[in-house]
């Protein structure tokens, strides 16, 4: 009988215990922050390429508190995070602008806005909590965010939510703009502020068509809930609740109704844009009405734009009665809204 013969290889597996960087300190950038020697710190580490201890340094320079280091952490965090960015220059990055809110010098605000909205999320974070600490200690930095913000800058925008309070007061202003990008700005803003003194401001523009998506978000941050029917039909509207505005359909149409016999253009479109987005029964009529009698191009726009038969026919009567020609492109509308999209 054959033998049969077998090799038994023995394995040994080694775990190796990981060591946390994170918790080892750099003994130089140690000595040297003791040693408050900021030069050192800025020369040795930050204006060489990341690696180790860099963003060590970077935490040591902002609890030094010594000026000399902002145009050094400035001009760090200027310089582009490319995707490929090893974590030591993440890290870096993030504790330069955190630093620069420690140092809380206004000359940091412009590199501080400009990563507000990083692809980098603990980038994003750190310059929102440094431009947050400079505007505690310097206020009229809001003025200088303003100027962008009034340009609808989403830098701008992200920072005076970071900044919190201290913005309130001017977003709540904003809030009356006859631009409504700004509006809509604002109550972006409001929301992430989170303070309840906007309630009040804040429902006053639930019936502003173009901000009222975010209005309605920021009141429910807020924890507002509607007490009338009408605020109430105007939150569903502003949270794009279709089902139920169409559930309660006598209640919605009363509401819209009574605004659309208002003197206020505003309010009249907004009527006009709600009914078209809930797409309601046994209104198309009322809104052919509307065109005959009070109907401009945008709003004979909107309808030929909506997905209904009878206001698309209606439109096209109109806009051939003043003289205009009709044409179909493959254009989207910025005013469209479609029948039922609510």
């Not at 809509?184 to 502020?193: C, E």
């Amino acid at each position: 009988m054959g033998k049969h013969y077998i090799i038994i290889v023995s394995l040994l597996t080694l775990t190796l215990g990981a060591c946390n960087l994170d918790k080892v300190k750099d003994s130089q950038v140690q000595r040297l922050a003791a040693e408050k020697n900021v030069q050192g710190l800025v020369e040795n580490y930050i204006k060489k390429p990341a690696t180790f201890g860099t963003d060590q340094a970077a935490e040591a320079l902002g609890n030094l508190g010594d000026k000399q280091a902002v145009e050094p952490l400035v001009t760090l965090l200027n310089t582009p995070v490319k995707s490929s960015a090893s974590s030591a220059e993440i890290k870096t990055h993030a504790a330069a602008a955190l630093a620069l809110g420690k140092l809380k010098d206004t000359r940091a605000v412009k590199a501080l806005v400009a990563n507000v909205k990083h692809p980098n999320r603990a980038i994003a974070t750190a310059a929102k909590t440094g431009l947050k600490d400079i505007a505690g200690a310097n206020p009229k930095i809001i003025n200088q965010l303003l100027v962008d913000f009034k340009k609808d800058d989403a830098n701008a925008v992200a920072a005076l939510g970071a900044i919190g309070k201290p913005a309130l007061e001017p977003m709540l202003a904003a809030l009356k703009e006859p631009d409504a990008r700004m509006r809509t700005n604002a109550a972006s803003v409001l929301y992430d502020i989170g303070d309840q003194k906007a309630i009040k401001p804040l429902t006053k523009n639930l019936t502003d068509l173009a901000s009222s998506p975010m209005v309605g978000l920021a009141l429910e941050k807020l924890n507002w809930q509607p007490v009338s029917e009408v605020d109430k039909v105007y939150f569903l509207i502003a949270k794009r609740k279709g089902d139920e505005l169409r559930n309660n359909w006598e209640m919605t149409k009363s509401v819209l109704l009574k605004d659309l016999a208002s003197n206020d253009p505003r309010t009249i479109d907004y009527a006009l844009y709600s009914f078209i987005g809930i797409g309601g029964k046994d209104t198309t009529q009322t809104l052919v009405n509307v065109l005959k009698e009070q109907g401009n191009k945008n709003l004979a726009l909107t309808y030929l734009n909506c997905g209904e038969p009878t206001l698309e026919k209606a439109a096209y009567d109109w806009a051939q009665s003043k003289g205009y020609k009709v044409i179909k492109t493959g254009r989207k509308e910025q005013t469209s809204v479609k029948w039922g999209s609510f």
